[in-house]
Every structure is written in C-alpha cells, then in structure tokens.
C-alpha cells in the first residue's frame, strides 16, 4: 500500500491567491483528517470526514478555509485567499472508521509558505 | 473538553542515556493513548498505543510506556537511546465523548536530540 499521499509537497505563494492542497486516503479508509502544523500552535485538528461526509469543522480556522471530500479516495483543502499566517505544514490523515482505537495514518504533508 | 500536556518541549541527550518523556491528559472519561515520532522531514508514525490491560505497553524500536489511570499520565520510556532517535515526540489522547464520538487530541511535542 503506498499510504496516504498527499500533494504537492511544497507550494510557495504569495498573498491573496488561492491555494489546493490534496490527499489520497489508504484504500478502504473511511475516515480522513486534515490537521495543520505549526511552532507556536503545534499540531490541530483543521476538520475530519467519515464516508465522505463532514463531521467537525469546528478546528477550522476562517471561512477562507474550505475542504471537500468528493468521493472515497481524494480530499482537498482550500484556502482563499491565502495570507502569511497560514503558512504552516498540513498533513492528511486516514483510519478505517471512527473507531476510537483506531490509528490515524499520516501522509508526508505539504509545506506551505505563503508570502 | 479534553487536553494533552507535554511537559519537556526540547531534550538534548548523549547515546546511551536513558530517556523518559512526560505526558498528561485531562479528560475523567475512556481514553485511548498514543505516542507518535516524526523523524526530520517525514510524516507522523505510530510509535505504541494503549487501549487496555497491561498498562506497560512496548512499542516499536525500543520504546515503551506506562499508563498510569491515577496520574492521567502516559510517559514514554527508552533505557537507552540512539543518534537514529532523533526526532520530534508527540503524545495524542483519543477520548470517548460523552454525545457518542471521539476526538485525537495531540500534545505540542517534545523535540528530542541525541548527540553522539
């Protein structure tokens, strides 16, 4: 299994323009998680979905950021319109359900760097 | 709601030292504990969990740690680290809520460096 993939690795905008990051879940996952990583909030929880639906977006931190879930196997996190305190990295996590005993598996993230 | 403290933010240690790396959670309910590594430039991994029974719980590489219900800790234990351990600890709490549901909560990290 390739495990969770996640794209690009690495974007650099700038202010104001619009950003897509993507992820792939382990196949047969139900369960996908966006969190954000930074060095003075650590690692948060942005929003998480089960069978393609939403379940919490209450870590979401503006309305400029939005994530979508279209089918079993892709999500996407938008942010628009970026600004530099949203640089960070955001990793994309996956488990088989909701099942508390489960083990969230991480992709390798994006680094994001908003100018 | 609950809550995850890490109380050592950075370690600096000499191979061999012994390690232990404080965790605690606020939460009166069911918890399930993890600790997760992530190695420089790569992802989150898995480390060990506890759910149940034997409190001590053995991880991968070496690792190990104790719940311990009382204290609502969970600190993660190696009796003798290694250059290759360098790395960034992360303690997470997956709570049972009380509306059905639960929640992973992550500690900020501890940063551990190993000097040869």
């Known amino acids: 299994d390739a495990g969770v993939i996640q794209s690009p690795r690495h974007e650099v905008t700038e202010m104001g323009q619009e950003v897509t990051l993507r992820c792939k879940p382990i196949s047969g996952h139900n369960s996908l998680f966006w969190y954000r990583q930074t060095m003075m909030r650590g690692l948060e929880l942005l929003i998480y979905f089960n069978n393609n639906v939403p379940i919490d977006d209450s870590g979401m931190p503006e309305d400029r950021f939005s994530a979508k879930m279209p089918n079993a196997s892709f999500s996407t996190l938008k942010i628009q319109p970026s600004e530099p305190r949203d640089s960070a990295v955001y990793f994309c996590?996956?488990?088989?359900?909701?099942?508390?005993?489960?083990?969230?598996?991480f992709g390798p993230g994006t680094r994001l760097t908003v100018l | 709601a609950q809550s995850v403290s890490q109380h050592n933010h950075h370690v600096i240690l000499s191979e061999a030292a012994s390690l232990e790396l404080g965790c605690n959670y606020s939460y009166g309910g069911t918890v399930n504990l993890f600790w997760y590594v992530q190695y420089p430039g790569q992802h989150l991994q898995l480390l060990l969990k506890y759910f149940s029974g034997d409190p001590l719980v053995k991880g991968i590489k070496g690792f190990e740690a104790e719940f311990i219900k009382s204290k609502f800790s969970f600190n993660l234990r190696k009796p003798s680290v290694q250059w290759s351990d360098t790395a960034e600890y992360f303690c997470?709490?997956?709570?049972?809520?009380?509306?059905?549901?639960?929640?992973?909560?992550f500690g900020t990290g501890t940063q551990l460096k190993v000097e040869l």
């Open positions: 996590a996956s488990s088989p359900d909701l099942a508390y005993n489960n083990e969230q598996f």
């Open positions: 997470a709490v997956n709570a049972i809520l009380t509306g059905g549901g639960n929640k992973l909560t």
